[in-house]
């Protein structure tokens, strides 16, 4: 199940479900989208990008699926492992800038 | 290939005192960014800068921080007469023009 409240928003899978996490983007603008995983006392490690002339796109185990529209970003994690614990966070940047906005971040919580 | 460097890990400062931050680049990468992060926070952008120039510091506090990017040398983030609210977590990202924003394993900054 998903919790919000003063800390992060926590995602709790069991083993070998998948996970779904989203991102609401604030920038009509954007034209470029990243997720990150950051795992504990790490920097942000690159996932899987998306432009906004795309709707979706596939990596190996992770899907990333963009609607303009509602300026929703979405993170799909298949089969997912204990490695991928993490906190999960999406950036965007527009076009003509090179600074990354950054989302508030979800923590991602996998259960044997 | 070594990917971006930051030191030190770990710097704890008394209020009032100067924090230097240093981060290598990765090699082949001209561009530099910081961020800062609040603990249970996304990133939130501070600087990017190219070799010798200041590209964007729309993040940057008004006051008492300063970054460079020397021809030689690592860049650096600066942050005089040091306050409580400045202990945070500085990521230095690294990047080939317009592309993939590579990101070093953070400094954390205690200042008591």
């Known amino acids: 199940g998903e919790s919000v409240g003063l800390h992060l928003p926590t995602l709790s899978v069991q083993e070998g479900d998948n996970s779904i996490i989203n991102c609401a983007y604030s920038?009509?603008?954007?034209?470029?989208f990243i997720w990150y995983k950051q795992e504990s006392g790490k920097g942000p490690q690159f996932i899987i990008d998306?432009?906004?002339?795309?709707d979706k796109r596939q990596g190996q185990r992770v899907t990333v699926l963009l609607n303009k529209t509602v300026k929703h970003l979405s993170l799909q994690i298949a089969a997912t492992q204990p490695g991928d614990s993490a906190v999960y966070f999406c950036?965007?940047?527009?076009?003509?800038?090179?600074?990354?906005?950054f989302g508030a971040g979800t923590r991602l919580a996998v259960h044997p | 290939n070594a990917g971006v460097m930051q030191n030190p890990r770990h710097l704890v400062r008394r209020r009032g005192q100067e924090a230097r931050l240093r981060c290598s680049p990765m090699?082949?990468?001209?561009?530099v960014y910081w961020y800062r992060q609040l603990p249970e926070e996304g990133l939130k952008f501070m600087v990017y800068?190219?070799?010798?120039?200041?590209?964007?510091e729309s993040g940057m506090p008004k006051e008492r921080f300063s970054a460079e990017f020397p021809k030689e040398g690592p860049s650096i983030l600066r942050i005089q007469q040091v306050v409580r609210g400045d202990s945070a977590a500085y990521f230095c990202?690294?990047?080939?023009?317009?592309?993939?924003?590579?990101f070093g394993p953070g400094t954390r900054l205690t200042v008591l």
């Open positions: 990202a690294s990047s080939q023009l317009n592309n993939e924003q590579f």
């Open positions: 920038n009509s603008a954007s034209d470029y």
């Open positions: 998306i432009r906004s002339n795309m």
């Open positions: 950036a965007e940047k527009e076009d003509g800038y090179n600074k990354l906005i």
């Open positions: 090699k082949g990468h001209s561009h």
């Open positions: 800068l190219q070799k010798e120039n200041i590209i964007d």
